[in-house]
C-alpha cells in the first residue's frame, strides 16, 4: 500500500462542475503539498498546508490531520483546469529530512 | 525569466552512454532537488541539497551523480546509461531543506527533462 492515496485516479467533469479529490496518507507529516502537471508536461505548486484550509480563485483545499485527509476542491470548473493533480506530503522523520511522499495523481478532464 | 530551468529538455541517447542534466534556478533558494517520474507518471525523490551539502540520497543506483558547483546549480550526471533509466527528470528548488528539519516550504519545478534510452 502506497503512503498517499488519492482517489479518483481519473475524474471526467462537465464544465461548470464542482471537483473533488481526495488525498489520505500514512505517515506523520510536517506539510501535504497539491500539485498540478499541466497536459504539457509542467508541475505547480498549488498549495501547501499544514492545517485546516487555503483558498485560491477557484481552488479550495483542506486538510484535516488526525484523520490525514486532504482535499482539493475546485469550483466552478472550466476545461483548463483539465491536469493531473497531485497531492504530496512531507515527511517528518526524526534524523533525516522530511522529502515528499508524491501521490500517483488524479486525471481531470473537463469538458465544456 | 524562468525560475527553475532544465538543459536539455529532450535527451535521446543509446544504452550505455553518460550523459549530464543540469538544473539552475535563480530564486536564491538553499535547497534543490531530483526527482524522477516514471512511464506511469509516478514521481518520487532522488537527491536533494542544500547549500551544496547532499541531504537525501534516496536509493539510487550509484550510475547516478548528483554535482552541484553552488547553490543555484544542481547537475545530474548519469553513467552507462540503461532502458530503465528512460523516464522524465524534474529538479525543483524550495527554502528551508536542512537535515533534519521538516520540508514546509512550496517547491518550484523545472519543465523536466525527457531521456530516453534506446
Known amino acids: 500500500k502506497n503512503e498517499v492515496e488519492q482517489s479518483p485516479q481519473n475524474l471526467t467533469a462537465q464544465e461548470g462542475e464542482f471537483i473533488t479529490i481526495n488525498c489520505s496518507y500514512s505517515v506523520g507529516i510536517s506539510a501535504l503539498h497539491w500539485l498540478q502537471q499541466h497536459p504539457g508536461g509542467g508541475i505547480v505548486s498549488l498549495f501547501m498546508l499544514s492545517s485546516g484550509k487555503k483558498k485560491h480563485g477557484r481552488l479550495i483545499a483542506t486538510i484535516n490531520i488526525q484523520e490525514k485527509h486532504s482535499s482539493l476542491h475546485i469550483t466552478a470548473s472550466h476545461p483548463r483546469d483539465s491536469a493531473v493533480y497531485i497531492c504530496a506530503v512531507a515527511g517528518y522523520y526524526g534524523g533525516s529530512q522530511g522529502n515528499l511522499i508524491f501521490g500517483k495523481g488524479t486525471k481531470l478532464s473537463v469538458k465544456p | 525569466d524562468t525560475a527553475v530551468s532544465q538543459t536539455p529538455k529532450y535527451l535521446v541517447t543509446q544504452m550505455g552512454n553518460d550523459k549530464s542534466i543540469k538544473c539552475e534556478q535563480n530564486l536564491g533558494h538553499d535547497t534543490m532537488y531530483w526527482y524522477k517520474q516514471d512511464s506511469k507518471k509516478f514521481l518520487k525523490i532522488m537527491f536533494s541539497?542544500?547549500?551544496?551539502?547532499?541531504?537525501i540520497n534516496e536509493t539510487v543506483p550509484n550510475r547516478f551523480s548528483p554535482k552541484s558547483p553552488d547553490k543555484a546549480h544542481l547537475n545530474l550526471h548519469i553513467n552507462s546509461l540503461e532502458l530503465g533509466d528512460s523516464a522524465v527528470y524534474f529538479c525543483?528548488?524550495?527554502?528551508?531543506?536542512?537535515?533534519?528539519?521538516?520540508?514546509?516550504?512550496?517547491?518550484?519545478f523545472g519543465p523536466g527533462t525527457r531521456l530516453l534510452v534506446l
Open positions: 525543483a528548488s524550495s527554502w528551508g531543506g536542512l537535515r533534519g528539519a521538516p520540508l514546509k516550504e512550496t517547491q518550484y
Open positions: 541539497y542544500n547549500n551544496k551539502e547532499l541531504i
